[in-house]
C-alpha cells in the first residue's frame, strides 16, 4: 500500500487537471442546447467542413511528424559519437529540451518577427536581394505556415525521446557482424535498422500526437478561419450563436480523443516491443 501513497499527489494533478476537464468537455458533446441528451451534435463530424480540417490536421501532423523524426534521427545518430560528458552532448541536449518545450504564442511571435510580412528575414532578403518568400502569398498566416514553426519543436523533440535508442545499440553488436563478414550496410539493415525500428515509429507517433493536438502555435499565427481541428474547437466556443456551438465543440473533442486513442495505443505497442532491446 505505501508504494501506491507516492503517486497519490501525480494521480490527483491528472484527475483534477486533466481526466475532469476531458470528460467534461467531451460530455458536452452528448446533451443539447437546452440540456436533453443527444446525439445530433455528432453528425456535425460528418460535415465536409469538418471532415476537411480533420484531414488537414492530419496531414500537417503528419508532414512535421516524417520530417521532424527524420532530421531529428539523423542528429540523434551524429551525438551518439560525442561523449556524453562533452561539452557539445550537453548544450545540444539542453537545447533540445528548452526548444521541444517552446512553442504557443511565444514561438508565434519568434516566427512573425523573423519571416513575418515585416519581419526581419523578410526585409533584408527584400532589400538587399530583391527575394520576395511572399511573392506567391502570404503563407506564413495561412495551414502551411504551420510547418516551419512545428518542426521548431518536433526536431528537438524527436532528439529527446529516439537518443536513448539510438546509445542503447551495443557494440558487441557491430563486432560481432564484423566477425561474420558483415559490413556497415549489413549492420544497419539486418541488426540495427530492425531494432531501432520499433523505437522510431514509436517517436514518430508521438511526434504526429504532439502536431495533432497543437493549438497555441496554430491560434497566434491562423486568426482568419479555423483549417485544423483545434480551430475550429475555438470558433465553436467562441461563436455568438449559442449553446449549441459548445456542445458541437464537445463532438469534435471526441474525434479528436478517438484519433489520439489509436495513435496511442500504437505509440505504446511499440514501446513495449523496443523495450526488449533495452533491458
Same mark, same amino acid.
Given at each position: ?45 460528418? $460535415? ?44 545540444? $541536449? ?37 527575394? $520576395? ?147
Amino acid at each position: 500500500m505505501k508504494k501506491w501513497l507516492g503517486l497519490t499527489p501525480f494521480a490527483l494533478y491528472v484527475l483534477i487537471f486533466l481526466a475532469v476537464p476531458a470528460v467534461l468537455a467531451i460530455g458536452t458533446g452528448f446533451f443539447a442546447a437546452d440540456g436533453s441528451l443527444t446525439l445530433d451534435n455528432f453528425a456535425k463530424l460528418t $460535415d465536409p467542413i469538418v471532415l476537411g480540417s480533420f484531414w488537414a490536421t492530419i496531414w500537417i501532423s503528419a508532414l512535421t511528424a516524417g520530417i521532424g523524426a527524420l532530421l531529428g534521427g539523423l542528429l540523434a545518430f551524429a551525438l551518439t559519437g560525442a561523449p556524453a560528458t562533452s561539452a557539445l552532448r550537453r548544450a545540444i $541536449d539542453s537545447a533540445a529540451s528548452v526548444l521541444a518545450q517552446f512553442g504557443g504564442v511565444m514561438l508565434a511571435f519568434a516566427f512573425i518577427a523573423t519571416i513575418g510580412i515585416q519581419g526581419l528575414v523578410t526585409v533584408s532578403l527584400r532589400e538587399w536581394f530583391g527575394i $520576395d518568400i511572399f511573392a506567391e502569398g502570404v503563407w506564413l498566416y495561412q495551414l502551411p505556415g504551420l510547418i516551419l514553426p512545428y518542426l521548431y519543436f518536433q526536431v528537438p523533440l524527436m532528439v529527446i525521446v529516439f537518443l536513448p535508442a539510438m546509445e542503447g545499440l551495443r557494440r558487441e553488436w557491430a563486432e560481432a557482424s564484423a566477425t561474420l563478414g558483415g559490413n556497415s550496410f549489413t549492420y544497419w539493415t539486418r541488426i540495427a535498422g530492425p531494432i531501432l525500428a520499433p523505437s522510431f515509429l514509436g517517436s514518430l507517433l508521438l511526434l504526429f500526437a504532439n502536431a495533432f493536438s497543437s493549438y497555441a502555435t496554430a491560434a497566434a499565427l491562423i486568426s482568419q478561419g479555423a483549417q485544423i481541428v483545434p480551430l475550429q474547437i475555438r470558433s465553436a466556443l467562441i461563436s455568438e450563436t449559442g449553446a449549441s456551438r459548445a456542445n458541437t465543440a464537445g463532438a469534435l473533442a471526441l474525434g479528436m480523443l478517438l484519433v489520439m486513442l489509436i495513435v496511442m495505443i500504437g505509440y505504446s505497442a511499440l514501446q513495449r516491443r523496443a523495450a526488449r532491446w533495452q533491458r
